[in-house]
């Protein structure tokens, strides 16, 4: 039972208001970050605009206001919302997520600062910046003891026995992040695996050349050693990585299928922008087609309009086109899963590289094991794919044609 007495209620009178500023300064800075990010993201989509030349994508107001929970208590926010004509180029806060009602953890807020380049000695500022001044005993000899222990669980979890592993699908792309490894720019290998519950799951983690057969190869091949030999019924990655030759010897039987993502940005970057947007358009007609014959009429209507202005543009578009539809022979449910790698760029959107690179050199292992505990980190929030339930008719072989089975198919016609 707490007894009020004078030094009690003086002492509560002078830590409430500081409480109160402190708090008031920790709202203002995470809303300015807010409206900083909103008009980053309105910069980068001033030049996308209808016939009429208005903007497709343009501010909104806010909405309404929640409290979001940090080590200073509830902070109000009124997150500023943005209106987007185009389902693709649909705004979420990287910053404040649409379902997020705390502050990250350590376990992710550490990392994602180290990747973002911030040294071990400016922790504490940044920790007690974002998480207020209530968190205490991180010195930078705290932050060193940390790493060490995630270093190890890193470790211990490439060494994992895999051989009762099986993936459904796969995504495989390579991350860059602002940290410099000795005169390098590090790229990591990141693949993620579909398990046959539908579970997502991080299978690998690695430095390399994305565009190296090499790298890739090593990847799968350490998996293959440590037990993954079911070899995965469909992958999905940019056409660009080296990661497609690796898969051919390792896993041959494996299907491909080309991110639609990566491939359409490829071909606008061919393209001067007064023509990007209706051909982007035709594009989206391509994979958001309800069935193959449809995509494939899409597909030859933009060569025929562009391949004499913009050959090179539609070479790019060509070459990749036998593993650019083969979505079509999953389940339909599916297809907003396999038609891209989304599930690899959401995971890293906040610590891309999309700063200037750092002038502090990081260590490897330090890095590697930061982006692992990052991963695991996001990986207990997902949720199983959409229709996980119909993963155990693409494990048994039953045969999909635009999305739904042969005989259903047959039914329907």
């Known amino acids: 039972m707490n007894i009020l007495t004078k030094s009690n209620i003086k002492n509560q009178n002078i830590s409430k208001p500081l409480e109160e500023i402190l708090k008031e300064g920790a709202r203002k800075m995470l ?42 208590g509830l902070i109000p926010i009124k997150q500023p919302r943005v209106r987007s004509k185009e389902q693709n180029n649909k705004f979420t806060s990287a910053i404040l997520p649409k379902y997020m009602r705390k502050t990250p953890s350590l376990e992710a807020l550490i990392p994602a600062l180290y990747l973002k380049g911030i040294s071990t000695g400016s922790f504490q500022e940044a920790l007690e910046a974002i998480l207020g001044e209530n968190i205490k005993g991180l010195s930078p000899n705290t932050i060193v003891k940390l790493k060490q222990i995630w270093e190890k669980e890193y470790q211990t979890w490439l060494q994992r026995d895999l051989t009762d592993k099986k993936y459904v699908y796969i995504w495989a792309d390579g991350i860059y992040f602002n940290v410099r490894l000795g005169n390098d720019r590090p790229c990591l290998l990141v693949i993620i695996g579909a398990t046959q519950d539908g579970k997502k799951e991080i299978i690998s983690i690695y430095d390399g050349i994305r565009e190296s057969k090499l790298s890739w190869k090593e990847v799968l091949q350490d998996l293959k050693d440590h037990g993954l030999t079911a070899a995965p019924l469909l992958a999905i990655g940019d056409g660009a990585l080296g990661f497609w030759s690796a898969l051919e010897e390792c896993f041959s039987e494996t299907k491909q299928q080309r991110c639609w993502v990566h491939k359409t940005a490829n071909i606008l970057d061919k393209m001067p922008k007064s023509v990007q947007l209706h051909a982007k358009t035709k594009i989206h007609e391509m994979y958001m087609s309800p069935s193959k014959e449809k995509a494939l009429k899409a597909y030859n209507s933009f060569l025929k309009i562009y391949k004499d202005k913009y050959p090179k543009a539609c070479i790019c578009l060509e070459k990749d086109k036998e593993r650019l539809f083969t979505f079509y022979d999953f389940p339909a449910v599916h297809w907003q899963h396999i038609r891209s790698t989304n599930v690899i760029e959401s995971l890293f959107a906040t610590i891309r590289h999309r700063t200037r690179q750092t002038k502090g050199c990081g260590s490897r292992m330090t890095t590697l094991s930061m982006v692992y505990k990052l991963a695991k980190s996001a990986e207990k929030k997902w949720l199983k794919l959409k229709g996980h339930n119909l993963l155990a008719k693409v494990i048994k072989g039953i045969k999909f044609k635009d999305g739904l089975e042969n005989n259903k198919q047959e039914n329907v016609a």
Request: charged letters at 30%; proline letters at 2%.
């Open 31 to 72: 809303q300015a970050a807010l409206e900083n990010e909103i008009a980053e993201h309105l910069e980068s989509f001033q030049n996308l605009k209808d016939d009429k030349g208005h903007r497709l994508v343009i501010r909104n107001g806010y909405l309404p206001e929640r409290n979001i929970q940090s080590g200073l």
